[in-house]
């Protein structure tokens, strides 16, 4: 344990005496759009990259940009702690698109606080979860000169597009990015003040969907009753993806799905949570999905089928009686162990061209994926973690779920063989992806003092 000389109270007076300037840091950062997804970003991107790489010089962890097919990785580096453990510390700067902008109380890249909240796209998802890791090993190099554990800092550009290049950069880097234990905060605490730890991430496969019926829009009159309309089609095609009791109807879809252990189940049943609450929370006065799980359940442990957006017709003001050419879908199948994307890929298109009415063509392009993942939460970082959440949350940790992806963490596990730690700092209904995301700025405190605090942990306990 860290007590004695060095203990947490040198660390506690940094915190304290510099939380300001490191909530205008932040600050800076939100205000940069580097929204992976629009080509019109990529200076944005770029600049984003660069503003990380110097934050990283200028706290002694020296940082490298390295350029991919898409958008840069950063990645720094501190190895002065010779026979310490080495950790990497994995984040992303880019974020999601900020439309619909209307729907802003403040500007999306205008950070702005209330309620003890910080607004921003980007506050919770990655930005301000990556900037409290750089901020607590400031605080150690700052105070102490140095760092209890070796340290990598991976922070990528291309998570929230499916972070395409950099399983290949992991794969030939793995010599710099080995690393005994990886640690990553890109999700959301359980609930306000009950640190969480990860147990696991659904995997993705995300499809676009193309109906192409006659060669042109045509008069829905002339026409309409005689020639197949790509709008319904599309709509039959994606009424066949669930049976009526949510299950999913698609050939051989369950077929890899591992059961899950009993204690864990067990674990999530014991969790406090009130579908009442999720309900009022996204205002609707009923919950959907697979019957037979409980709403945690359906989050996190069972695969789904979502359509993610439509297009077809006229959508214009007003009235126009047309027979459209063609329809659009967006859908992606949120998948659980053992499921992996390109099977899913294969049913999925084998699936829509079993069912799709005669009369249209119907093509799915896959246009991204990433693999589920399960935690084995065994070992001196995870005994770490829970040690230093409790100290700075004041509560034992939870072994929660999560029904969201972070591609890469699969492949660190594979070609890393290392242990990944997921522990977030984001809060429900943070907004993330949507209009008005925000990050507590208490987490935001909490969590470096928390990773400040790991890094103690995980040396006392591996030393
Ligand atoms: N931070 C999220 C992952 C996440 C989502 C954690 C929900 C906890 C709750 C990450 O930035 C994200 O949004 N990932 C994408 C990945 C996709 C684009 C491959 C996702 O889950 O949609
Ligand atoms: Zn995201």
Not at 192 to 198: A, F, K, N, R, Y
Not at 315 to 320: P, Q, R, V
Request: glycine share 10%; proline share 6%; hydrophobic share 40%.
């Amino acid at each position: 344990m860290s007590e004695g000389k060095n203990n947490t109270s040198d660390l506690e007076q940094f915190f304290s005496a510099n939380e300001k300037r490191m909530e205008d840091e932040l600050f800076e950062l939100l205000r940069i759009p580097s929204v992976s997804a629009k080509s019109e970003h990529n200076a944005d991107t770029k600049r984003c990259a660069e503003w990380m790489k110097q934050s990283l010089d200028k706290i002694g962890v020296p940082a490298k940009i390295y350029s991919t097919k898409g958008h840069p990785i950063v990645v720094g580096e501190w190895r002065k702690a010779p026979g310490a453990p080495t950790v990497l510390i994995y984040g992303h700067y880019d974020v999601q698109p900020a439309e619909p902008l209307d729907l802003w109380t403040t500007p999306a890249f205008e950070p702005a606080v209330r309620d003890g909240k910080i607004f921003a796209r980007g506050s919770v998802d990655d930005k301000g979860q990556i900037f409290l890791h750089v901020k607590a090993l400031e605080a150690h190099l700052t105070t102490r000169g140095k760092l209890p554990v070796n340290v990598i800092v991976l922070v990528e550009g291309e998570e929230e597009i499916g972070s395409d290049n950099l399983a290949e950069f992991v794969e030939s880097n793995k010599e710099m990015l080995k690393a005994d234990a990886v640690v990553i905060s890109d999700s959301a605490m359980f609930a306000e003040g009950q640190p969480s730890i990860l147990s696991s991430l659904r995997g993705l496969a995300y499809f676009e969907i193309n109906v192409q019926g006659p060669a042109g829009d045509l008069h829905s009159g002339s026409y309409g009753g005689a020639v197949q309309n790509p709008a319904t089609a599309l709509a039959r095609i994606i009424s066949t993806f669930h049976d009526g009791n949510g299950h999913i109807a698609i050939e051989g879809f369950y077929d890899k799905v591992r059961d899950w252990d009993a204690k864990i189940r067990e674990g999530m049943r014991n969790l406090p949570f009130d579908d009442a609450g999720m309900m009022k929370e996204v205002s609707v006065d009923a919950l959907g999905g697979e019957k037979g799980y409980t709403t945690l359940e359906k989050l996190w442990i069972r695969p789904t089928c979502e359509v993610n957006g439509l297009l077809s017709g006229y959508t214009g003001e007003g009235a126009k009686t047309v027979l459209p050419a063609k329809a659009m879908a967006k859908v992606s199948c949120r998948l659980v162990p053992d499921q992996n994307p390109k099977e899913i890929e294969k049913l999925m298109a084998a699936h829509v061209a079993k069912v799709a009415p005669p009369g249209v063509k119907a093509t799915v392009t896959a246009l991204h994926g990433g693999s589920p993942w399960r935690a084995d939460l065994d070992g001196p970082i995870f005994e770490a973690a829970k040690r230093a959440l409790a100290k700075s949350y004041s509560k034992e940790p939870v072994v929660v779920g999560e029904g969201g992806s972070i591609p890469v963490v699969s492949d660190f596990q594979r070609v890393l063989n290392a242990p990944v730690l997921l522990v977030g700092f984001g809060l429900p209904g943070e907004n993330a992806h949507a209009p008005n995301e925000w990050m507590s700025e208490e987490n935001f405190r909490i969590g470096m003092r928390a990773m400040a605090a790991l890094w103690d942990e995980y040396a006392a306990g591996t030393g």
